[in-house]
């Protein structure tokens, strides 16, 4: 035990001298300190660069044009609401909107040509991989040296992967967070820091927006809302629905769920709630909650809404037809492959647009942006739309 | 010949036992070179606080393999700690909702090492289902989500766990340190810890010496839920948050870094410094590949080879330590040498 | 003194664990109708045979190798996924080249596994589990992280039309192709295990290990075989749940290793090994698949089905394994 003790310091201290060895000698150098003439060039070049011709893989521009809103003010005490209350869900809504910043890194207004930026995602998933596509588009019109991470849905390995970035000390880092509410201490380490973060996508708790520059990504509440509407108008606003939920822990097990509930409590006030489960993205388990369901509730259920159009769409379908009940009005978050092929066959009837490319590209443009000097809203989102059969062949070929 | 052949032999051999230490070595000889800042005192204090998690965790793991038993559930009892650490401190206070924890996490241990020795179920069996019912239970106390504190006393204990205080080390892992020097040493130096490893050599023969297996199976249990709660509630203490999927893939790495580090899945050997070693190996060769920027399919393919390449060497050596069992070669040798067997005058 | 058989002297505890499973399923059953009058449906009932015939298939497989006594196979999932893309990316040279290439897959990862576990003695666990590492870098490596369409793939050829219809095909009535293959799979693999050679020797690996050795039973041979039968059941449903989800991707399969075994243990196969028929293994993936209907039928939320789904298995295996040694069948 003691001859193993002495080998294991031994050993551990002569790799630690080794490491620190070489680790001495490849200090990374400085941030090139610009001189004041190279910035205004770099900034004059920057501002020029045009990516209005870009294109995302299914024809569509790669960076849609914008949309803001303005929130409505928010209530005494969100959480004394019922879940049904669109107020209730305020904070999650519409994080980042009224956050006060705190210590957020004034813009070296420098240009955007050649920063180094670090992107951490979430996980690996096909959506991720055209993300990471658009991302580098954009990285590639400013010469930006771009380097993305992926933890594989693991929050340690997320946090690790955090660590290492914020020690190469790059010029912005861009993060989709795993958690809403893990996010508030990653964002603040990274801010401590002094390094720019962004955050992408997944919308983080509304404390964690304090210590970011801004967020942009798909407006899930807000398209929940809209496609909601949609579904209402076609059930004629009257009916039994149920709802197939995302995996729980990030927001559209909210937002998808809970964003279409609390816009029908007003919009169509006779549509009633039947039941919201959540079975995972698996084909076999989603049919066989929704074969349950109509089993249970029969001709009393019209509508589903389902936070995925791949797998759990197709579960639904199959159930649906199975039952022999193809009336039932289908809809869900789009807008992969699957999910558009089903819109375009009848057995969807409406799914949600979100460019994965463009939502990658939005989130490096922001930082170009905010090099540039220009201002960055607190949150950018991209634009909504509702795909139905009338339109899916504008969007195909699909990204994902 | 013999003598170098043999010194050559037992070399490797004791190589092969202290592999963990090998690997390590390699590990941090080599990525300095080939990853751009790994060297760094930044990069390493990194490596090391990410170790932290998976290595008390892998501490009550390896006890239980040593037992000769499995335990699936360290995955989820780590989510439970750390859920109850931040949702409960609200109610309980900070020193309050961790024993609560802890506590709560030496209770899923019992009721798992009640079901394997009162109830006689394979430990594989038993904990899948204890696993199943633990997942349940976390979604439905988060409701799916994740909790938070947000208080300024909260960033003030995050910080202070996290930040180093003298280059490398910060509180988190020297916490770790001392939890895995503990059991390593109570395993090493104490009766009651070298009993464990009886027990999982060969459970009758602990019997007849006086221990009662079933004591020591429960207890590694107990101590395998509360050190993954330990580790789940440091963790989210360290967050000041926890989510309902933090112990996603925590089986599966602890599992690799135990097998890696030594202790053998039939259990009576083992050692938990060697554990929480292979963890650090794992963390820093990982580190590395990040800054090499290896692309994740890249990272799953060498684990996946490294963890294969040290099972089959252990199949291997097994193979070799089973057909030279029984043999004894010095004998042999010294036959082979020795002039043919006289005829003795045989005394009628 | 009359000699004490366990059966008449515990008669209900014998008779329960003569039933089994099945017993249990009938329990089931009955707590279903009462229930939901809609529960003894034929619709209903096939729907449930629907969500869990994929992983009926894949249990039969893995059955095999827990009858070994090797408790698991880690490389199911993978495997899985792996017989799904390839066979996609085939499509472009048919449907039966596609699925042949797909099976063709898992046979060879199946064989690798023989291999290690059969001849090498490998730890089964550690090593299936690395090879699902392994199998899942180089799938995400060849196909660069994305999925693949059977429609894209298979082009002008109909092929791709086919493979999507593989899994929704009506051979009789509501009864699919994917049933028909589990019946199959399932009243194969009882023949195998209790009619061939191989299923006692099987039987006798799985119990007593070493007096197989000893007894001229060819282990390698024998513990490969029960691999590559996984593999290949992992193979035919991975296509399946391919054909059924219309892309080939990396993700297919995910959880049906652990599922796999629930089912497998549920149905009376011991860990141990040596114990257990396919008919159970059947019973335990059918009781699965009831409890979640019934659940769902109750109104259950997801993740609460999931402490049910749990303390139930667990009572189960328990009840099951006291049971079996309060008769005198004492083992683990």
């Known amino acids: 035990m003691k001859r193993q003790i002495r080998n294991a310091v031994v050993l551990l201290a002569a790799g630690a001298v080794l490491a620190g060895v070489t680790g001495c000698g490849k200090q990374q150098p400085a941030a090139a300190g610009v001189g004041r003439a190279d910035a205004a060039a770099n900034l004059a070049e920057s501002l020029k660069v045009d990516l209005s011709e870009l294109k995302s893989q299914d024809g569509q521009p790669l960076l849609l044009a914008l949309e803001t809103k303005t929130p409505p003010p928010r209530p005494e005490d969100p959480d004394t609401l019922p879940e049904t209350d669109p107020g209730h869900w305020y904070d999650m809504e519409y994080a980042g909107w009224n956050t006060a910043k705190e210590n957020i890194p004034s813009s070296p207004k420098d240009g955007a040509i050649g920063k180094r930026v670090i992107a951490i995602i979430n996980g690996d998933h096909p959506y991720l991989t055209a993300y990471s596509a658009g991302m580098k588009k954009v990285a590639e019109a400013y010469r930006m040296k771009l380097r993305i991470l992926s933890p594989n849905w693991k929050v340690d390995v997320q946090n690790q992967m955090l660590d290492e970035a914020v020690n190469e000390k790059p010029d912005l880092i861009i993060l989709i967070a795993l958690d809403a509410k893990v996010a508030i201490l990653q964002v603040r380490k990274v801010n401590q820091a002094g390094i720019p973060i962004i955050l992408s996508n997944m919308h983080p708790d509304h404390e964690a927006m304090r210590y970011a520059i801004c967020w942009t990504g798909p407006d899930d509440w807000g398209q929940f809302r809209m496609l909601a509407k949609v579904w209402a108008d076609t059930l004629n606003r009257t009916g039994g629905v149920a709802y197939v939920r995302h995996a729980p822990g990030g927001s559209p097990f909210f937002a998808r769920t809970f964003g279409p509930i609390s816009e029908l409590t007003a919009y169509a006030p006779e549509i009633q709630t039947l039941d919201m489960q959540a079975p995972g993205f698996e084909a076999a388990k989603t049919q066989q909650v929704v074969s349950d369901w109509i089993m249970r509730f029969g001709d009393k259920l019209v509508g589903i809404c389902a936070a995925d159009d791949s797998a759990q769409a197709i579960g639904i379908v199959e159930a649906c037809k199975k039952a022999g009940r193809s009336d039932i009005v289908v809809v869900a978050a789009g807008n992969s492959k699957v999910g558009m092929d089903a819109v375009k066959a009848g057995e969807i009837h409406a799914i949600t647009y979100q460019s994965a490319e463009a939502d990658g590209a939005v989130a490096l443009k922001a930082g170009a942006d905010w090099f540039n000097g220009l201002t960055v809203e607190p949150v950018r989102y991209l634009p909504k739309h509702v795909i139905t059969r009338d339109d899916v062949e504008k969007f195909l070929p699909p990204q994902w | 010949m013999t003598m170098r052949k043999e010194r050559i032999t037992s070399l490797l051999a004791a190589l092969d036992r202290n592999r963990i230490y090998v690997l390590l070595a390699l590990v941090f000889a080599i990525m300095p070179l080939a990853a751009h800042g790994f060297g760094t005192v930044n990069n390493l204090t990194t490596v090391l606080k990410s170790s932290c998690l998976n290595a008390t965790v892998a501490i009550g793991f390896t006890l239980v393999l040593i037992c000769g038993e499995l335990d699936l559930t360290i995955g989820a009892t780590l989510t439970l700690g750390a859920m109850l650490t931040i949702g409960l401190q609200p109610h309980l206070g900070r020193p309050g909702s961790f024993l609560v924890a802890v506590a709560a996490g030496a209770l899923v241990g019992l009721c798992n090492g009640l079901i394997v020795t009162k109830a006689r179920v394979n430990s594989f069996i038993a904990t899948l289902g204890s696993m199943t019912i633990l997942q349940g239970i976390i979604y439905i106390y988060s409701h799916g989500a994740s909790v938070s504190v947000t208080g300024p006393a909260d960033f003030r204990l995050a910080d202070f766990l996290e930040k180093p205080f003298v280059p490398l080390l910060t509180p988190r892992v020297l916490i770790t340190v001392a939890l895995v020097a503990f059991a390593q040493g109570f395993l090493t130096w104490t009766r009651t810890g070298r009993n464990f490893f009886l027990v999982g050599g060969n459970r009758e023969t602990a019997w007849f010496s006086g221990v009662n297996p079933a004591r020591y199976v429960v207890g590694a249990f107990v101590v395998s839920g509360a050190s993954a709660a330990v580790g789940g509630a440091l963790f989210g203490l360290s967050m000041c948050s926890a989510t309902s999927n933090l112990g996603a893939g925590c089986l599966m790495d602890v599992i690799a870094a135990t097998i890696v580090g030594g202790t053998a899945m039939t259990g009576g050997k083992g050692s938990v410094l060697r554990s929480a070693l292979a963890v650090l190996t794992f963390t820093a060769m990982f580190n590395g590949f990040n800054g090499m920027g290896f692309p994740s399919e890249l990272k799953i393919l060498i684990a996946g080879l490294v963890l294969a390449l040290v099972v089959i060497h252990e199949a291997a050596a097994a193979r070799r330590h089973e057909r030279a069992r029984g043999r004894r070669p010095m004998l042999m040798e010294e036959l082979r040498r020795k002039a043919p067997l006289q005829k003795k005058e045989s005394r009628t | ?332």
């Open chain 3, 1 to 332: 003194m009359p000699e004490r058989t366990g059966y008449s002297a515990r008669s209900l505890s014998g008779l329960f664990h003569r039933a089994g499973i099945f017993g249990a399923v009938a329990l089931i059953l009955a707590i279903g109708a009462l229930v939901s009058p809609k529960f003894l449906t034929a619709g209903n009932l096939l729907n449930t045979v629907d969500s869990v015939m994929l992983l009926g298939i894949v249990a039969v497989g893995v059955a095999f190798v827990t009858y070994s006594g090797h408790y698991a196979d880690l490389s199911v999932p993978t495997i899985m996924a792996f017989s799904g893309v390839m066979a996609v990316e085939m499509l472009r040279f048919g449907f039966v080249p596609a699925l042949l290439a797909g099976l063709a897959t898992g046979l060879g990862i199946g064989l690798i596994n023989a291999l290690m576990v059969g001849r090498l003695r490998v730890n089964p666990i550690i090593w299936t589990l690395a090879m699902s590492y392994l199998t899942m870098g180089v799938m995400r490596w060849l196909w660069s992280n994305q999925q693949i369409y059977p429609d894209v793939k298979g082009g002008d050829t109909g092929a791709g039309r086919l493979f999507t219809e593989l899994y929704r095909h009506e051979v009789f009535g509501r009864i699919t192709l994917p049933m028909v293959v589990l019946a199959l799979f399932v009243v194969t693999g009882h023949y195998v295990l209790t009619r061939t050679a191989f299923g006692q020797q099987l039987k006798l690996v799985g119990s007593n290990p070493s007096m197989a050795a000893m007894t001229g039973v060819r282990m390698p041979r024998t513990v490969g075989l029960a691999f590559v039968l996984s593999a290949l059941a992992a193979s035919a449903g991975g296509i399946l749940i391919t054909s059924l989800s219309k892309v080939g991707a990396y993700y297919n399969g995910e959880g049906y290793d652990f599922d796999a075994v629930t089912a497998v243990v549920l149905g009376g196969v011991t860990l141990t090994g040596g114990r257990g028929s396919m008919l159970g293994v059947l019973g335990g993936v059918l009781m699965l698949g009831l409890m979640s209907n019934i659940l769902t039928l109750l109104g259950v939320d997801t993740f609460a089905q999931r402490i049910v789904k749990g303390a139930v298995f667990l009572a189960v295996v328990s009840v099951s394994s006291l049971l079996a040694r309060r008769m005198g069948r004492d083992d683990a």
